[in-house]
């Protein structure tokens, strides 16, 4: 990351795109990444059920409808973190069994059929890896 010497307020990663910084949004970057992190931990976390992992799904597709200012750094984060939260609970949700330090309440067994990774593709439905 190198600042902008034109301004305090534009800074560019690798020379090839400059994101704005809003201080207003740096301040409710810091709520909303809260408020995941809450989300998260209360329903997504060590154990979790098929009803706490769809509740927080339906949290996090609230967000879909927040307004982010394209090319501006807090908001380009904010989306980010929102995508990770949504495919860490799709992921979850897929796995309906409980593995390592995982519990699914649900499903308190390991299955060796879910002994794979989970791929996910944009406009793609998200599978398990078969190699």
């Known amino acids: 990351m190198s600042l902008n010497p034109a301004s305090e307020n534009n800074f560019t990663f690798n020379a090839k795109r400059t ?3 809003n201080n207003i949004k740096k301040q409710n970057h810091s709520k909303l990444k809260e408020e995941i992190a809450n989300l998260l931990w209360t329903n997504v976390g060590i ?4 009803n706490t992992l769809e509740f927080a799904l339906k949290e996090l597709n609230r967000y ?3 307004e982010f200012d394209e090319n501006e750094y807090f908001s380009s984060r904010e989306k ?4 990770i939260a949504e495919l860490i609970t799709r992921s979850a949700l897929l796995r309906e069994e409980s593995r390592g330090c995982h ?3 649900d499903f308190p067994d390991e299955k060796e059929t879910f002994r794979k990774l ?3 593709q944009q406009s793609k439905e998200s599978m398990f890896n078969t190699n």
């Open 19 to 21: 994101f704005k910084v």
């Open 47 to 50: 154990v979790r059920t098929n």
């Open 64 to 66: 879909s409808n927040y």
């Open 80 to 83: 980010c973190l929102i995508l």
């Open 103 to 105: 519990i699914r309440k």
């Open 118 to 120: 989970i791929v996910h």
